[in-house]
């Protein structure tokens, strides 16, 4: 067999249609896969490669980034069993996200011990990205769904045993600053490598613009929720958080489902924050993507109704994670909050991924890095996924 003469590059796979990188979009554009990397990006008019360009087809978005995720698909990662972990992953990945990061809640030591050592096979496995510690060091008066009964203060030597538990895998852990003993904990968790979050807080402005005014960008869990509510004589935690992520110290996460806040209020953090600023999550449960019902969150049953998840059996139910996929979350955003559509995607992919210091293998469409590319519709609605150059079935 003679040998293949026709100049310019051989790709495995070569995608064309709407572009989204992270600084623009291009109208007709290509991206060219070999083996499970991003080879080439650009303009058709540019193309010098074989095989022959196809046809467009729809919006090329990256592989979205997810790092607050409990569950999906009746599956949970708060259940500690193995393989629940990579279920998870399994579900949103089929609905775009090809990064995702397993997201623990609080209960027994035993039990989240558990809920770690599962994610972190998961992990070793390349089905999810990392580990989220959700509690157990959050405020009793602000824990929502968090089981209240299984709250403790700053443990130093539960949390190096919960990061180690993770192999490494853990990348984030969400606290309340206020909490005595807290600032040891951080200075451990910056030694371990992990990303203190803060989140489930009541503490004032003050305390929680010192926990984000660290030597690396911090991170705030779900902005808005799990916190008191912005006021003009008392920021608290919302205002400092807005302030911090304005100078460039931190980076806000918001649940932007329709559910857990409004979409004005959604579209006013976009217009007050620069780009890279705010993390799209779904907070997603074991509901997600599942019908009305009742689901396990850790050792609580939440019930679903309408697609709104709330703790069971309270007289006034707190609201109990998501039931969206990042994909709908972003749909959410360009359609209902009016967010431009680069902003949304990055939301979900560039930021996230560099919130856990994986920006250079996920989150953009750009040569180098890994193949995780969705093919979507006008409307924003899933049509393929491709997750390190292969297709998602």
Not at 169 to 192: N, Q, S
Not at 327 to 354: K, Q, W
């Amino acid at each position: 067999m003679q040998p293949d003469r026709r100049p310019g590059q051989a790709f495995d796979v070569v995608l064309r249609g709407r572009v989204v990188t992270a600084t623009g979009v291009i109208a007709d554009g290509y991206v060219g896969v070999v083996g499970d990397r991003i080879f080439a990006v650009g303009e058709v008019s540019s193309y010098r490669g074989h095989p022959e360009l196809p046809d467009p087809d729809g919006t090329l978005l990256p592989g979205l980034v997810d790092i607050h995720c409990h569950g999906g698909g009746g599956a949970a990662v708060t259940s500690g069993e193995v393989g629940q972990p990579d279920a998870v992953a399994r579900h949103h990945r089929s609905a775009g996200t090809t990064s995702l990061v397993a997201s623990t809640t609080t209960d027994s030591p035993s039990r989240m011990l558990a809920m770690v050592a599962a994610a972190a096979e998961a992990a070793e496995r390349g089905e999810v990205t990392g580990i989220h510690l959700e509690g157990p060091f959050l405020a009793p008066s602000r824990c929502g769904a968090q089981d209240a009964r299984q709250l403790r203060l700053p443990d130093v030597g539960l949390a190096r045993e919960l990061v180690e538990a993770g192999s490494g895998h853990v990348r984030v852990m969400t606290l309340a600053p206020e909490l005595p003993g807290t600032g040891k904990l951080m200075d451990l968790l910056d030694d371990l490598g992990v990303t203190p979050a803060v989140g489930h807080t009541d503490g004032d402005a003050a305390v929680v613009a010192r926990a984000l005014a660290r030597e690396t960008p911090g991170l705030v869990t779900h902005l808005f929720n799990g916190m008191p509510p912005l006021h003009h004589r008392a920021p608290g935690p919302v205002g400092a958080s807005l302030g911090a992520a304005a100078r460039g110290e931190a980076r806000v996460e918001l649940i932007a489902d329709g559910v857990h806040l409004s979409d004005e209020t959604v579209r006013m953090v976009f217009d007050l924050l620069a780009p890279g600023r705010v993390v799209l999550v779904t907070d997603a449960t074991a509901a997600a993507g599942m019908p009305d019902g009742d689901y396990l969150l850790g050792a609580q049953t939440v019930t679903v109704r309408g697609g709104q998840a709330r703790l069971s059996g309270a007289d006034e139910p707190p609201i109990a994670g998501g039931t969206a996929s990042l994909l709908d979350v972003v749909r959410r955003c360009v359609f209902d909050a009016g967010v431009e559509l680069l902003r949304a995607v990055n939301a979900a992919s560039a930021t996230p991924a560099a919130a856990i210091s994986m920006d250079d293998e996920v989150g953009r469409i750009e040569a180098g890095l890994r193949a995780d590319l969705l093919v979507v519709g006008d409307d924003l609605t899933v049509r393929r996924v491709m997750r390190q150059g292969r297709w998602v079935h």
